[in-house]
């Protein structure tokens, strides 16, 4: 798949998943007065990148195909600057 043409969607794919899900669990566990090694390790696997389960998913419903398989790409690349950020927050708010 050609990530150029998806380029659009797999971008807003891959910033949900890669900065907006582990913000929102962040958020979620300073609300709850959560905090520890599990919580750091919670916020930083929710800044990996798209996996494949979501692309076998658009393959069992035929949809969205070219565009998961592009935003697994961007979010990969992502992924090398947003997992060592994260990495770095969790290090400093829960230790």
């Known amino acids: 798949t050609k ?3 998806h380029a659009r969607e797999a971008l807003g794919i891959a910033v949900v ?6 913000l929102l669990l962040f958020s979620l566990a300073w ?22 389960n979501v692309f076998l998913f658009t393959q069992r419903y035929g949809t969205m195909q070219d565009e998961v398989s592009a935003s697994i790409a961007l979010s990969t690349a992502l992924a090398l600057v947003t997992v060592p ?6 290090q400093r708010l829960w230790h």
């Open 3 to 5: 990530v150029g043409h």
């Open 17 to 22: 998943k890669n900065i907006a899900h582990p």
């Open 31 to 52: 609300a709850l007065g959560l905090s520890g090694l599990s919580v750091a390790v919670m916020f930083t696997a929710a800044a990996l990148p798209v996996g494949a």
């Open 85 to 90: 950020v994260m990495l770095l927050l969790a």
